[in-house]
């Protein structure tokens, strides 16, 4: 009796402590959606239009609504400039385009919310980044802030205002799309190393962001993968 006792009990506890290891992977896997939408953010900022094609196609197969994939090219904007954004977008309208003559019939998807904060667009965006990254701004600006307050203005209301406001996409998405085009863009680890911060901040597990840079050397190069993976080494560290 005993002895079926402390069977049952070892079996019990197999089962659970393999159903728990199940979930933790489950919930620390990129899905296909945020693989797409590092894929597409990543050839977009680098220019790679052929290949961004492909993946464009991937994304809306994977369950992107076309609102989604414009959201992420427009958000490229902030990060690589408007001509790529625009470039991605062009691009896009073709891939679109020529689903529709395919008979391919892919989902629209949601327009971003009304905005009903009365706040200025600087609060609205001091109060986003504050959220993102767990500390409220207080005290003089320093740095580039206290150098260039005009530029620091800009962040605030263009990038975590008018982009991150949007809700087509989550902060996660958004941060995904971020760390993506940094990763293609050689001299600006520091802003790489801050956003791969602001992903763990959100909810982005280190194995998600393991996962990322295994995309990024499959979508643009095993250079740019090398580079993300230093910093992402960095960031682990020095949150232990």
Do not use: W
Not at 111 to 118: G, L
């Amino acid at each position: 009796m005993l002895y079926n006792i402390k069977t049952a009990l070892t079996v019990f506890f197999l089962v659970l402590t393999t159903t728990i290891q199940a979930q933790s992977i489950v919930e620390k896997n990129l899905d296909k959606k945020q693989r797409s939408i590092i894929s597409i953010a990543a050839l977009t900022g680098k220019g790679d239009l052929e290949n961004l094609q492909t993946y464009l196609n991937a994304g809306l197969d994977s369950g992107l609504t076309i609102n989604q994939i414009k959201e992420v090219l427009m958000h490229v904007y902030a990060y690589a400039g408007f001509p790529r954004s625009l470039r991605g977008l062009q691009t896009f309208m073709l891939v679109v385009e020529d689903r529709k003559i395919k008979g391919i019939k892919d989902v629209l998807g949601g327009e971003a919310s009304p905005i009903h904060d009365e706040r200025s667009k600087y609060e609205r965006g001091k109060a986003i980044l504050e959220e993102l990254s767990g500390v409220a701004e207080t005290g003089p600006k320093t740095g580039y802030a206290a150098f260039s307050p005009t530029i620091e203005i800009f962040l605030k209301e263009h990038l975590f205002a008018d982009l991150f406001e949007r809700d087509v996409l989550s902060y996660q998405e958004r941060e995904l799309v971020t760390i993506s085009v940094l990763s293609g863009i050689s001299g600006v680890e520091p802003m790489l190393r801050s956003h791969l911060n602001l992903c763990l901040n959100v909810g982005l597990s280190s194995n998600q962001l393991q996962e990322y840079v295994t995309v990024i050397k499959e979508t643009v190069g095993t250079t740019e993968a090398n580079d993300a993976q230093q910093v992402l080494d960095e960031v682990l560290t020095s949150r232990k």
